[in-house]
């Protein structure tokens, strides 16, 4: 059985870091695609962050873009999310997602539907 179950998050001060993790199992995470989806109180999930199988072609929301790192360890089955500079916009349960077949483009890689499989998400709360 597929599953990705996230942890790291927790509150934090703005302008502070967090880094989450998302460890997979049940499938080949080296050749699957990843994302990281968030939801906000009372809005709908939007992407975070994707990466491809090889892990080189990443994606970053506009809002996320600069403060935020994708990352991978294909040893541990385990997706990351370092977030900086964080800022109380980026409060929400944030999502691991994943996609076994099929690679994710610039154009559409925030489309969810993609991805098949979801995590049960960890709360990330920014606030003073």
């Known amino acids: 059985e597929v599953q990705l179950v996230e942890f790291g998050g927790g509150l934090v001060q703005p302008g502070g870091s967090l880094t989450l993790s998302c460890v997979a199992s049940?499938?080949?995470?080296?050749?699957?695609?990843m994302s990281w989806v968030r939801r906000a109180p009372g809005k709908e999930r939007g992407g975070v962050a994707a990466?491809?199988?090889?892990?080189?072609?990443?994606f970053y929301a506009d809002s996320v873009e600069g403060r935020f790192t994708i990352s991978h360890d294909n040893n541990n089955y385990t997706l990351y999310l370092q977030m900086n500079s964080l800022k109380p916009e980026d409060s929400a349960i944030y999502y691991c997602?994943?996609?076994?077949?099929?690679?994710?483009?610039?154009?559409?890689?925030?489309?969810?539907?993609?991805?098949?499989?979801w995590g049960q998400g960890t709360q990330v709360t920014v606030s003073s």
């Open positions: 049940g499938f080949t995470f080296s050749s699957s695609s």
């Open positions: 997602a994943a996609r076994r077949s099929g690679s994710i483009c610039g154009g559409g890689w925030k489309m969810q539907t993609l991805y098949p499989y």
């Open positions: 990466a491809n199988p090889n892990r080189s072609d990443r």
